[in-house]
């Protein structure tokens, strides 16, 4: 926490031609989540702070994003594109109202954390005028170079300015800076476009704190925090690096991982108490799983709820909207979408789940399908508690399946089943006119015999 107000203006108007892509480059994904919002998670929240994104002309899906993320974030649009500095003063009015601390960060540097931002604006609150983010690359070929004497942040060098003593210094600039925001205008203001394009470029920024006879500082940090993205080879590696971070934090937070190298999580992949994940499961993005859940091997998950000690897999497929209640099974080869399960429910192997509410306990045989779509529209199969699907059963939406029902195998059930009713439904006919209306012969047998 801070008493100083800040601004952080993320700059995110590149194009990303290299990534191949019509997609914006700050929209592909990393970990389950857009670039730009592991950014805007990244920066400061909350009281006394403020947010600009700088977009590109005709990137509303960007503009779209970024407010979705974070509501309070105001955008600008840089119309040409002529350097760094130019699309920073692209928000020269947020910047203009006036804040201690003026943050630039970038919309494609997924791997930065919160407490680097903090570390940043530490030296502000000392009376700096200036802080840049560095690191030491292992190989600095391409990188502008920081130049430091007596302890202090005299130029940024650009490699091919760079001398050859110069081109030694394995400390290498980020991009990232942090203002003081009392006069974060004049300096930006005082940027020229003296050079081989014509551009405004914010590494300018340390010479003239340096020639206001101001301070410049750096901020070290690892190389892998300030990775940016330009290429869908590094969109690859950010991502390996994310999950390295991801099942590090699963580990520790007491999750057993089986075989962690070959588990994909999402950012926002929430964890009760000892759950256990095998082999090679693909978690999407809003998952949450509860105490004590086993996820089997070659599972993949997307916007599901899991329960405590449920059950999934081995090769199940949980699709968005899908809850299981607590000790719940859903096995091998089944897939689900937009259902619930409720506590105890079995959905063993060989089925397709959709759109349906299952009530406690009920038992659903392999080859079950939930018919949900008649060509037109999806409807809702429902299930009551304590009921029995048989083998090979097809449940032709909408129907409601009463408490305690007995469907038998190899059924088409296609009417309403009361409580407790025994049901079969065979040799289907169906009068396709219209593409929805259906009638078919349902026997039934009887009550199901009472339990000894």
């Given at each position: 926490m801070?008493d100083r107000?800040?601004?952080?203006?993320?700059l995110a108007?590149g194009?990303g031609t290299?990534?191949?892509?019509?997609?914006p480059k700050?929209?592909?994904p990393?970990?389950?989540?857009?670039?730009l919002?592991?950014?805007?998670?990244?920066v400061?929240?909350?009281?006394?702070?403020?947010?600009?994104v700088?977009?590109?002309?005709d990137?509303?899906a960007?503009?779209a994003?970024?407010?979705?993320?974070?509501?309070?974030?105001?955008t600008?649009?840089?119309?040409?594109?002529?350097?760094?500095a130019?699309?920073?003063?692209?928000?020269?009015?947020?910047?203009?109202r006036g804040?201690?601390?003026?943050?630039v960060a970038?919309?494609?540097?997924?791997?930065i954390?919160?407490e680097?931002?903090?570390?940043m604006?530490?030296?502000?609150?000392?009376?700096?005028?200036?802080a840049?983010?560095g690191?030491?690359?292992?190989d600095?070929?391409?990188?502008?170079?920081?130049?430091?004497?007596g302890g202090?942040?005299?130029a940024?060098?650009?490699?091919?300015?760079?001398?050859a003593?110069e081109?030694?210094?394995?400390?290498?600039n980020?991009?990232?800076?942090?203002?003081?925001?009392?006069r974060a205008?004049k300096?930006?203001d005082k940027?020229?476009?003296?050079?081989?394009?014509g551009e405004y470029?914010?590494?300018d920024?340390?010479?003239?704190?340096?020639?206001?006879?101001?301070?410049?500082?750096?901020i070290?940090t690892?190389?892998?925090?300030?990775?940016?993205?330009?290429?869908?080879?590094?969109l690859?590696?950010?991502?390996?690096?994310?999950?390295?971070?991801l099942?590090?934090a699963?580990?520790?937070a007491?999750?057993?991982l089986?075989?962690?190298?070959?588990v994909f999580?999402s950012?926002?992949?929430k964890?009760?108490?000892?759950?256990?994940i095998?082999?090679?499961?693909v978690?999407?993005?809003?998952?949450?799983?509860?105490?004590?859940?086993?996820?089997?091997?070659?599972s993949?998950?997307?916007?599901?709820?899991i329960?405590?000690k449920?059950?999934?897999?081995?090769?199940?497929?949980?699709?968005p909207?899908?809850?299981?209640?607590?000790?719940?099974?859903?096995?091998n080869?089944?897939?689900m979408?937009?259902?619930t399960?409720?506590?105890?429910?079995k959905?063993?192997?060989?089925?397709?789940i959709?759109?349906?509410?299952?009530g406690?306990?009920?038992?659903?045989?392999?080859g079950?399908?939930t018919?949900?779509?008649?060509g037109?529209?999806?409807?809702k199969?429902t299930i009551?508690?304590?009921a029995?699907?048989?083998?090979?059963?097809?449940l032709?939406?909408?129907?409601?399946?009463?408490n305690?029902?007995?469907?038998?195998?190899?059924s088409?059930?296609?009417?309403d089943?009361p409580?407790?009713?025994?049901?079969?439904e065979r040799?289907?006919?169906?009068?396709?006119e219209?593409?929805a209306?259906?009638?078919r012969?349902?026997?039934?047998v009887?009550?199901?015999?009472?339990?000894?």
């Amino acid at each position: 926490m801070t008493d100083r107000t800040s601004l952080t203006v993320v700059l995110a108007a590149g194009e990303g031609t290299r990534m191949r892509s019509p997609l914006p480059k700050v929209l592909h994904p990393v970990a389950g989540q857009p670039l730009l919002a592991h950014v805007l998670e990244a920066v400061p929240h909350g009281e006394g702070t403020a947010l600009a994104v700088v977009v590109g002309p005709d990137h509303g899906a960007v503009e779209a994003e970024a407010k979705r993320l974070r509501p309070d974030a105001a955008t600008f649009v840089q119309r040409e594109r002529l350097g760094t500095a130019h699309a920073v003063l692209a928000a020269r009015d947020a910047i203009a109202r006036g804040v201690d601390d003026l943050l630039v960060a970038f919309g494609d540097t997924p791997l930065i954390s919160a407490e680097t931002f903090a570390r940043m604006r530490a030296p502000l609150k000392n009376g700096a005028a200036l802080a840049v983010l560095g690191f030491r690359a292992a190989d600095p070929t391409g990188y502008g170079r920081l130049l430091i004497e007596g302890g202090k942040l005299v130029a940024i060098r650009e490699q091919a300015d760079a001398s050859a003593e110069e081109r030694k210094v394995t400390l290498c600039n980020a991009g990232v800076m942090a203002f003081d925001g009392r006069r974060a205008l004049k300096i930006l203001d005082k940027i020229g476009n003296a050079n081989n394009k014509g551009e405004y470029y914010l590494v300018d920024a340390v010479t003239i704190v340096r020639d206001m006879g101001l301070e410049a500082v750096v901020i070290e940090t690892s190389e892998d925090e300030v990775r940016g993205i330009n290429t869908k080879a590094q969109l690859a590696e950010a991502e390996a690096v994310m999950q390295a971070r991801l099942r590090k934090a699963a580990l520790e937070a007491g999750v057993t991982l089986i075989a962690p190298e070959t588990v994909f999580l999402s950012a926002d992949t929430k964890f009760g108490s000892d759950v256990t994940i095998e082999p090679f499961v693909v978690i999407g993005p809003g998952v949450t799983i509860a105490d004590g859940a086993v996820i089997h091997s070659f599972s993949h998950i997307v916007q599901a709820s899991i329960g405590r000690k449920a059950l999934v897999g081995p090769f199940a497929r949980l699709r968005p909207g899908t809850s299981l209640g607590d000790g719940s099974k859903v096995g091998n080869f089944v897939e689900m979408k937009a259902s619930t399960l409720e506590a105890g429910v079995k959905v063993n192997h060989l089925s397709y789940i959709g759109d349906t509410h299952i009530g406690a306990k009920s038992n659903i045989g392999a080859g079950t399908i939930t018919c949900n779509y008649d060509g037109f529209a999806k409807h809702k199969t429902t299930i009551g508690a304590g009921a029995f699907i048989g083998t090979n059963s097809s449940l032709v939406a909408p129907v409601k399946i009463g408490n305690g029902a007995y469907i038998g195998s190899g059924s088409v059930i296609t009417k309403d089943v009361p409580d407790d009713a025994m049901a079969v439904e065979r040799s289907p006919q169906t009068n396709r006119e219209g593409g929805a209306k259906r009638y078919r012969e349902m026997k039934t047998v009887g009550k199901k015999p009472k339990e000894d």
